[in-house]
């Protein structure tokens, strides 16, 4: 009985620790940081996407975000995205991907588990959008391409897109 037992311990424990594992490991927010020369930073928090761009078509004109959790923006100082200025703060970011262009969407809440609400969008601006050699699972990075300017590229499955985030001095 009693190695009966230990046995039973040792296959649940071989196979429900992976699974836990993988748990805590989808549930921790990704982050990319871009520091501006000034030292001040753009950063967004978001959630892993495992989804396979070759089995999930995204829905065309229709707001998403990875993993069905909207991004966060944190961000030290002013930025202009798309002609708006945004001020320091916390923000929410959504996407919604279109057949020729995407369009990046900073709102106001960020309070977890709120619905989305159009009415407290800051900006919505268009990303530059381009094709991918091959299909690409999610990615998100920000890059400083200058002094002031910080870059925020997504891949996913064939498209690339990005949009730029000036610091205002």
């Not at 230990?6 to 620790?17: H, P, S, T």
């Not at 996407?49 to 966060?72: A, S």
Request: with cysteine.
């Amino acid at each position: 009985m009693y190695w009966q037992t230990v046995r039973a311990v040792v296959i649940f424990a071989w196979f429900a620790v992976p699974v836990f594992a993988q748990q805590a490991s989808a549930s921790h927010p990704l982050n990319s940081t871009c520091t501006f020369e000034d030292g001040k930073e753009a950063r967004i928090s978001y959630s892993a996407f495992p989804d396979d761009p070759k089995k999930r078509e995204l829905e065309r004109d229709k707001m998403w975000t990875p993993g069905n959790q909207p991004m966060n923006l944190f961000i030290d100082g002013s930025v202009s995205l798309g002609g708006t200025t945004i001020p320091p703060g916390a923000y929410s970011l959504h996407l919604i991907p279109s057949k020729d262009k995407w369009t990046l969407v900073v709102n106001k809440d960020v309070t977890p588990g709120h619905e989305y609400d159009p009415k407290q969008d800051l900006v919505r601006a268009p990303m530059e959008t381009g094709q991918l050699p091959g299909s690409q699972p999610f990615q998100l990075a920000f890059a400083r391409m200058k002094a002031t300017q910080c870059s925020l590229r997504i891949y996913y499955g064939k498209t690339g897109v990005w949009a730029e985030f000036n610091e205002q001095k």
